[in-house]
């Protein structure tokens, strides 16, 4: 049955979460609960696609929407990363040869746009379970004569990586990494990508110093982040607090607005 827009009941939905940052999908149903006394969970499930088609909300993470609020003037967009086909190669030959291991695929070459030096290189990062990276590992090289490195160190990265035009990194997966999937690829979401650069600076050294200021005042600006995520993901890598520092002192993102709006 189709949802017409009075169901929607979008200027009492405006009125009361315009001034949000995000909500969540629970206080929406209570929210149209209230509307509707026999709400179901189809009808509810029918709202929030209506609401999504019509360019109302977005999700940004596992139950949790931002209200798309035509009266504020917002550019952001949802994140979705553009995978090259040597990406999608690379997810298609992992879920042949390894059906059973889990992966995640993401591209440096994602985070150009923020940057005001645009790097000529790109290196494709394959995450993968500690227990099958060295078999992983040994098949993608039979497989490829392309430039593929299993766990470099800064070293390495320096002498046969940096100048490279396409390089696989191969590295172990970090357990609960924040995951999305593009076009049926595993892929990395751009909050994990954010801390992941922050905090593993002998492989991304590239993106540090005001390279990183610039990454993160423009992903903020451009894209919608969920800083429970960010935060969550940064405590398993334990840079939490030298994130937050790093956020609060040297960009000008207002992080305390945002922590406020997620909690």
Do not use: C
Request: proline share 4%; glycine share 4%; net charge positive.
């Amino acid at each position: 049955m189709k949802t017409n827009m009075s169901t929607l009941a979008i200027p009492e939905l405006k009125m009361k979460f315009s001034n949000r940052g995000s909500v969540r999908k629970v206080e929406l149903w209570n929210f149209y609960h209230l509307q509707n006394s026999d709400l179901t969970e189809q009808a509810f499930r029918r709202i929030l696609y209506s609401l999504e088609k019509e360019r109302l909300i977005t999700p940004i993470g596992a139950g949790i929407y931002v209200l798309l609020n035509p009266f504020l003037a917002s550019n952001k967009k949802k994140f979705v990363p553009s995978l090259s086909p040597t990406a999608q190669q690379l997810s298609l030959d992992v879920r042949k040869n390894f059906p059973y291991t889990q992966y995640l695929i993401w591209e440096t070459g994602a985070l150009h746009e923020f940057m005001t030096h645009q790097p000529s290189q790109s290196q494709i990062i394959l995450e993968i379970e500690k227990e099958a990276t060295e078999s992983v590992f040994n098949k993608l090289k039979e497989q490829s004569s392309g430039n593929i490195f299993l766990e470099p160190d800064r070293v390495t990265y320096e002498r046969y990586i940096i100048d490279a035009p396409e390089s696989i990194l191969l590295l172990q997966l970090v357990t609960q990494s924040p995951k999305m999937k593009t076009k049926g690829v595993v892929s990395a979401r751009l909050e994990k990508i954010l801390v992941d650069i922050f905090s593993d600076e002998d492989r991304f050294f590239t993106f540090h110093g005001q390279e990183m200021i610039n990454i993160f005042e423009n992903a903020f600006s451009m894209y919608w982040i969920n800083t429970k995520t960010l935060f969550r993901y940064a405590g398993r890598r334990k840079v939490v607090e030298r994130l937050k520092n790093f956020i609060n002192t040297r960009t000008q993102i207002e992080l305390s607005t945002l922590l406020e709006n997620i909690e």
